[in-house]
Each structure stands twice: as structure tokens, then as C-alpha cells.
């Protein structure tokens, strides 16, 4: 399957400030996962947000969802170094046998 | 600890070599994954299982083969017909295929071949 896309590559930010990555992908879904990779280590899972809804918060996390123009973002409030990490979407049309990964955003927190 | 192991971290092999790569999870999960990741790219899903005995090609199952003989193991094996086998290889499990139940990954091994 073809890779989804994520904007930008990049990121760098200062401790505190709020950061944005976002995400599109091209086939119709059932719901779409955000993970944090940190630097050669496994994924972590972060948050699921299903088709049918629109918005989602975990703490810090805030993902959005429009299905009308196939994206999503994934904003992080107030950063710390610890967000330092690669964040990654992906879209699953069924089951995990489904899926769709972003390329991903390099997120740096600057202390 | 619950989780899934993955061994080893690093593995390098001669060009023409299979080799194994080893992913266990003690979790009681009943869905294992096999996925590949190249430098600045994300995953791609290489074969999954969702119960022991049986198991299906992902999008990139060339060159590769799995076995899933007991619930807790789903071993990968790279062989030597996988044009370009250098790679980051990461394991992973869920509680049923479904994606409403969440997927634990494991650390990964990072395969170089010469």
C-alpha cells in the first residue's frame, strides 16, 4: 500500500510551545492511531480517533480528524524535551491487517 | 512485566544468509505482526497472524517467512530471495486483530546484511 504523509518532516520547538504535525491519506478508513517512536525503539500508541468523530483529547494531546479531506493532526501542548521523538500516523481501513503508516514527523524540544 | 521481547537488538549477516529473527510476547495476545521500517519512512506490514497455526502475507511478504506455532512466538524469517533485506524489523501484538484493541510494539532489531 502506498505510504500516507505527514507534514512537516521536521519540527523543531522551543520547551513549552505547542506543536502541530499533520497527516493525510488516501483511502476511505475506519480510524486512525498517532504513536511516538523514540529514537530506534518500538512504537508507542498515543490516541484512536474513529471516523465518526471529529476530535479527540489525551492530556497534552489533541487530534482532529476530517474525513471530507482525508487528514488529520496531531497537536501537543505546553512541550517538554521528553516529546523529543519521531511521531508517526496510521490509517487502518479494518482490522491491523489494514493499515497505512505516515512517514512521520521528527519532533525536537529544545530545554 | 507483560510485553514482547524482540532479539537480538542488532544483527548483521553475509548477503545469501537467511536469518531468524525472534519476537515473543507474554501478554496473551491472540494478533502478531511483522512490520519493516527503512530510514525516514514509516511501517510497512510484512505478514501478520491472528491466532497460532495460521497466519497472512502483509503488503511486503517477499523474500520472507513466518511460523506461529505457539501463541506467545511468531519468529520472521528473512531469506535470501528478499532483494534488500538491510532494515529496522519491529514485532508487534494486539489482543484480537481488531484496531480496538491496541497494539503493543517491541523494541525491534536492526538488521544490516553485507
Known amino acids: 500500500s502506498q505510504q500516507g504523509e505527514e507534514d512537516p518532516q521536521a519540527l523543531s520547538i522551543q520547551e513549552g510551545e505547542n506543536a502541530t504535525m499533520n497527516c493525510s491519506y488516501k483511502?476511505?478508513?475506519?480510524?486512525l492511531q498517532w504513536y511516538r517512536q523514540n529514537s530506534g525503539r518500538g512504537l508507542v500508541h498515543l490516541i484512536l480517533?474513529?471516523?465518526?468523530?471529529r476530535e479527540k483529547h489525551s492530556g497534552r494531546l489533541r487530534v482532529t480528524l476530517d474525513t471530507s479531506k482525508k487528514s488529520s493532526s496531531l497537536l501537543i501542548t505546553a512541550s517538554r524535551a521528553a516529546d523529543t521523538a519521531s511521531y508517526f500516523c496510521?490509517?487502518?481501513?479494518?482490522?491491523?491487517?489494514?493499515?497505512?503508516f505516515g512517514t512521520g514527523t521528527k519532533l525536537q524540544v529544545i530545554p | 512485566d507483560g510485553g514482547i521481547t524482540q532479539s537480538p537488538k542488532y544483527l548483521f549477516r553475509k548477503e545469501g544468509q537467511n536469518v531468524t529473527l525472534s519476537c515473543e510476547q507474554n501478554?496473551?495476545?491472540?494478533?502478531m505482526y511483522w512490520y519493516r521500517q527503512d530510514p525516514g519512512q514509516g511501517l510497512r506490514l510484512i505478514y501478520y497472524?491472528?491466532?497460532?497455526?495460521?497466519?497472512q502475507k502483509g503488503d511486503i511478504a517477499e523474500g520472507y517467512s513466518v511460523s506461529r506455532e505457539k501463541k506467545e512466538s511468531f519468529p520472521l524469517t528473512v531469506t535470501s530471495a528478499q532483494k534488500n533485506p538491510t532494515a529496522f524489523y519491529l514485532c508487534?501484538?494486539?489482543?484480537?486483530?481488531?484496531?480496538?484493541?491496541?497494539?503493543?510494539f517491541g523494541p525491534g532489531t536492526r538488521l544490516t546484511v553485507t
Open positions: 508487534a501484538s494486539s489482543k484480537q486483530g481488531s484496531t480496538d484493541y491496541e497494539q503493543y
Open positions: 483511502t476511505s478508513i475506519n480510524n
Open positions: 480517533i474513529r471516523s465518526n468523530e
Open positions: 496510521a490509517s487502518y481501513s479494518g482490522g491491523y491487517q489494514k493499515v497505512t
Open positions: 501478554l496473551n495476545h491472540d494478533a
Open positions: 497472524s491472528q491466532i497460532v497455526n495460521d497466519f
